[in-house]
């Protein structure tokens, strides 16, 4: 349910229903397989999977060699950031201190609940919600960075006005806030673009 392997079985699935929907001839008719990142990934898998449904495949930026605890994506995200301002990158960085020392304190968590915005409260004590709250905190900086200026206005794609520089400026200016409060900024903005 909801798995790579379920997705591949879809198209499968909607292949076969195509081909007898519209009637198309088994052996003539040809499926190439196509998509980008995550779906090229797909792509490249369903044409191993199911060789004689497909054709061929074209697996663009596909993640083929699936890493758990990838932190070199973190460093292009790093670096990326820093064509833009070095003080952005340690700026998130004392952030990320902040955080630390805020959720070890006793209100701390009731605190950047409230600062960015959670839906839930945060057990300090569950690996969980930990990693999920400093992965989802990252992940606004990952995404602009990614997709940054990468001209989808034209398909009605949210957030496109938001570029690397726009979150550099905001953890760069307003320095009478803490790192942290311009962290939450961030966060904030992404919030509001994103509902």
């Known amino acids: 349910y909801l798995s790579s392997e379920q997705a591949l079985a879809d198209l499968a699935h909607f292949i076969s229903f195509a081909e007898a929907q519209y009637k198309l001839p088994k052996n003539k008719t040809k499926w190439i397989a196509i998509g980008g990142s995550y779906s090229g990934a797909l792509a490249g898998w369903f044409r191993l999977k199911y060789p004689h449904l497909v054709a061929g495949a074209v697996a663009t930026s596909a993640p083929i060699n699936a890493q758990l605890n990838f932190k070199e994506y973190l460093a292009v ?40 915005n959670l839906c839930d409260d945060i057990d300090v004590t569950n690996g969980l919600d930990m990693s999920n709250l400093y992965s989802t905190l990252a992940g606004n900086f990952e995404g602009v960075v990614q997709y940054n200026k990468d001209n989808r206005a034209f398909e009605g794609a949210l957030g496109t006005n938001i570029t690397m520089k726009t979150l550099c400026d905001l953890m760069d200016t307003n320095t009478n806030r803490s790192a942290l409060q311009r962290y939450a900024d961030v966060n904030s903005l992404l919030l509001k673009a994103y509902g």
């Open 77 to 116: 995200v790093r670096n990326s950031l820093q064509t833009i301002s070095a003080s952005c990158t340690t700026n998130i960085a004392q952030a990320v201190t902040e955080l630390d020392k805020m959720l070890n304190s006793t209100n701390g968590p009731a605190t950047v609940k409230k600062m960015f």
